[in-house]
């Protein structure tokens, strides 16, 4: 222990007017005493729970902490300023130092300092992340993060991933199984809105032995307000933008026996052409279009909203034939931008909302895709 002291006997002893140190000005050593754990030199230290500083006889007054990049580790100081610990877990494989000052009732100080290695992690983990760095998504659009390893230690990682928004808003995760962590507000965003998403997993355990890699913060932007409402019944969708219809158009859903699923569904990709084989959904050899164009997932089970060119101009609005998808009148190769599919594959992004109504299926799972905005507001984030 570095201890700072005055000039002057030592602590406890009298002068000869016979006065006690508590008298007048302190002199001698400090009285406190500053404790850190680990031990100096220690390693394979755990990166939760592992780092305490603390204070006896006095209070810590300085801790400063820094990994061997010289970054300062953010700390807080509770039970009257006598003991110090990290806000979060340390990185993994890092080495950090210590250095801790305390006062005495008296004034004066004691310092201690350290040095120790975080573990080196057996295995670790990722999260992946929708929407892009920099992208501008529709208002629908929720934080989804899915994990390459099963998550045990769910809000231990859910402490490490903060999404923030201006203006603000209040924010909930909720879990889909041990891989999946969904955020959104209760309901759409504002447009205009700024969203962070600030991921700090470098030495949080997620199960055991597994540990955060990730040190990452991306943002993105909410624009304009598109929701567009299909009705199985009447066989339209009626397209709002900000509020306002711009456009309705004529479709086709899902035929008796293959309905659509009713419910909010947001666009999670977009394709100019792509190609839909039944096999791959679970019919079969019915169907194999190798150039379905403008299509658009709602679900990951393998609902679109997209062009089609196969089906007579007639059926859209006066019949529903698909297998689940909702279509809209165009042309193959999709080269004509005048027809319904191509103008709503142009008007739309990632985010947008498609609410399906009217239709003779149950409402589609909140897992199912992008769509937890099926879930109550009560039941996000419920359990967690």
């Not at 191509?342 to 003779?360: C, L, T």
């Amino acid at each position: 222990m570095l201890a700072v002291t005055g000039c002057g006997g030592g602590a406890g002893a009298e002068d000869k007017g016979g006065e006690k140190p508590s008298d007048k000005p302190a002199t001698g050593a400090s009285t406190a005493v500053v404790k850190i754990a680990p031990k100096d030199g220690a390693s394979n230290v755990p990166t939760t729970g592992g780092l305490r500083v603390t204070a006896d006889k006095g209070r810590l007054t300085t801790v400063t902490v820094k990994d061997d990049e010289d970054r300062e580790v953010a700390g807080r100081l509770t039970r009257g300023k006598t003991l110090w610990e990290p806000e979060r877990p340390l990185a993994t494989a890092t080495r950090y130092t210590v250095n801790a000052v305390a006062r005495d009732e008296h004034g004066r100080e004691a310092a201690r300092n350290a040095t120790f290695t975080t573990l080196v992690a057996k295995d670790t983990f990722v999260g992946y992340f929708t929407p892009e760095d920099g992208s501008t998504v529709g208002v629908g659009m929720p934080v989804s993060i899915n994990f390459n390893r099963a998550v045990a230690n769910r809000a231990e990682v859910a402490r490490g991933i903060e999404v923030t928004a201006k203006p603000a808003v209040e924010i909930k995760g909720h879990w889909f199984g041990d891989r999946r962590l969904d955020l959104r507000p209760e309901k759409y965003w504002k447009p205009g809105t700024k969203v962070t998403l600030d991921l700090r997993l470098n030495g949080v355990e997620g199960a055991d032995g597994v540990y955060g890699t990730q040190e990452k913060k991306v943002s993105f932007t909410i624009g304009r307000a598109q929701v567009s409402v299909v009705d199985a019944a009447k066989k339209t969708m009626t397209v709002r933008r900000d509020g306002k219809v711009i456009k309705t158009i004529p479709i086709t859903t899902g035929a008796p026996g293959t309905e659509t699923y009713n419910g909010k569904m947001v666009i999670s990709e977009k394709y100019k052409v792509t190609r839909m084989n039944g096999a791959t959904v679970g019919f079969g050899g019915e169907y194999d279009i190798k150039d379905v164009p403008h299509a658009m997932r709602l679900s990951t089970s393998g609902t679109f909203i997209h062009g089609n060119y196969w089906a007579a101009k007639s059926t859209f609005g006066a019949a529903n034939v698909s297998h689940g998808c909702v279509g809209l009148h165009d042309v193959r190769g999709g080269g004509d931008p005048g027809v319904p599919g191509a103008w709503f594959y142009g008007k739309s992004m990632i985010g947008d909302v498609v609410e399906v109504r009217n239709s003779k299926d149950r409402t589609i799972q909140p897992d199912n895709g992008l769509n937890g905005w099926n879930m109550p507001w009560s039941e996000w984030g419920a359990g967690q």
